[in-house]
């Protein structure tokens, strides 16, 4: 897949046209920048533009739990029925007031009484997969939980980018130790805890989810790939390194070496 290198700064997300096509038909009317900027300045407009591409209205958001991608007036003025979803009391307990909740484990057996199936027309994730044990079982569910024609979409870091490779091998007392000393707010008690990660079926290449997606019952399977990150801001020297590295495996196409993916799949109407 064709990836743009050139810089650029990001963009508006322009609104698709109401019907059906191909989810890579929509991504491709996106025009995704490589670099992971583009990824999390658009993961919300990317969220409503398949919304309002394919219909969708019932929006479940796996592991929202005290972050929600949209607060109750968004998800209204946008007209969207949002349900927050995670597996723990507390995270939920921390959800903004006037957005309904569901507790459940996606990668569970789906007998809590939240679980709606097929009460979903679109169920989304951001930096949630790579916590979950998993994964397959994960979609799975999600494939079970999506109406007819329902869009699931995972924002997710990716092996083998270096920074979560080191993250992914690293003993979690270490691994905890670097991430809180880089980002404080990520530290116990603050709003953006670190928790331990796993990485299963994290990956930015659509040859390797593919046949997986496949297999749960998904037809439509899209796999968007970013590089980049904004580990070392702090570090210029490793900072410059970094980025000729990653604009090159971008211009590559190396999917082997993707930072983070949106893996997006839609059920068969």
Not at 23 to 30: D, H, M, Q, T, V
Not at 82 to 109: M, Y
Not at 188 to 217: I, Q
Request: hydrophobic share 40%.
């Amino acid at each position: 897949m064709a990836i743009a290198v050139p810089e650029r700064e990001p963009g508006r997300v322009g609104a698709p046209k109401a019907g059906g096509g191909s989810l890579e038909s929509f991504f491709a009317g996106l025009g995704p920048d490589w670099h992971s900027r583009w990824a999390w300045d658009h993961y919300e407009s990317t969220i409503l533009g398949l919304a309002q591409r394919f219909g969708l209205r019932s929006l479940c958001e796996i592991g929202g739990g005290r972050d929600p991608l949209f607060t109750p007036e968004e998800a209204r003025g946008h007209g969207l029925e949002l349900v927050v979803n995670d597996i723990d009391a507390g995270e939920l307990a921390l959800t903004p007031k006037g957005l309904r909740t569901a507790r459940f484990d996606i990668a569970g057996d789906l007998s809590e009484p939240d679980v709606e199936r097929g009460g979903y027309d679109m169920m989304v994730s951001r930096m949630v997969f790579e916590h979950v044990h998993d994964v397959e079982r994960a979609w799975t569910n999600i494939h079970a939980l999506l109406a007819p024609g329902g869009v699931g979409l995972a924002f997710m870091p990716t092996l083998w980018a270096p920074v979560f490779a080191l993250n992914h091998v690293l003993p979690e007392k270490a691994s905890r130790a670097i991430v809180h000393a880089l980002f404080p707010a990520r530290r116990d008690g603050g709003g953006d805890p670190k928790f331990p990660a796993f990485y299963d079926w994290c990956r930015g290449s659509r040859s390797r989810l593919a046949p997986m997606l496949h297999r749960v019952g998904f037809e439509d399977v899209h796999v968007q790939p970013f590089w980049g990150h904004g580990y070392f801001e702090r570090m210029p020297v490793l900072r410059q390194a970094d980025h000729a590295f990653n604009r090159f495996a971008a211009k590559t196409g190396w999917a082997a070496m993707t930072t983070y993916a949106y893996v997006a799949v839609r059920k068969a109407p």
